[in-house]
């Protein structure tokens, strides 16, 4: 079945660095576009960034993270990242890697999440 799971999520001070990695398995990896989101306590989830498929050539990001942010994958290891750098408070959230569907914009498998939170 399909799994996603990430890690790498913790507590860093603003100004500090992250990488999260999403480990998929279940499907065939490089066949898919693939995303982070975040959700933050009281707040909608939100769309971080994207990443194409099969090799990553096109990738696309927030506003708000744009500049601070990179999104990339390693076929060979069925893994999504999102590299995190000059965090600030308002990028605390729980943070999910999801699979695209083939043929939409629509996510169809979730992973668990995985907490940031940026403070002093």
């Known amino acids: 079945q399909v799994q996603l799971v990430e890690s790498g999520g913790g507590l860093v001070q603003p100004g500090g660095s992250l990488r999260l990695s999403c480990a998929a398995s279940g499907f065939p990896f490089s066949n898919y576009p693939m995303r982070w989101y975040r959700q933050a306590p009281g707040k909608e989830r939100e769309l971080v960034a994207t990443?194409?498929?099969?090799?990553?050539?096109?990738?696309n990001y927030a506003d708000s993270v744009t500049g601070r942010f990179t999104i990339s994958r390693d076929n060979a290891k069925n893994t999504v990242y999102l590299q995190m750098s000059n965090l600030k408070p308002e990028d605390t959230a729980v943070y999910y890697c999801?699979?695209?569907?083939?043929?939409?914009?629509?996510?169809?498998?979730w992973g668990q999440g995985t907490q940031v939170t940026v403070a002093s």
């Open positions: 990443i194409s498929s099969p090799n990553g050539s096109r990738t």
């Open positions: 999801s699979r695209v569907r083939l043929g939409s914009s629509v996510p169809d498998y």
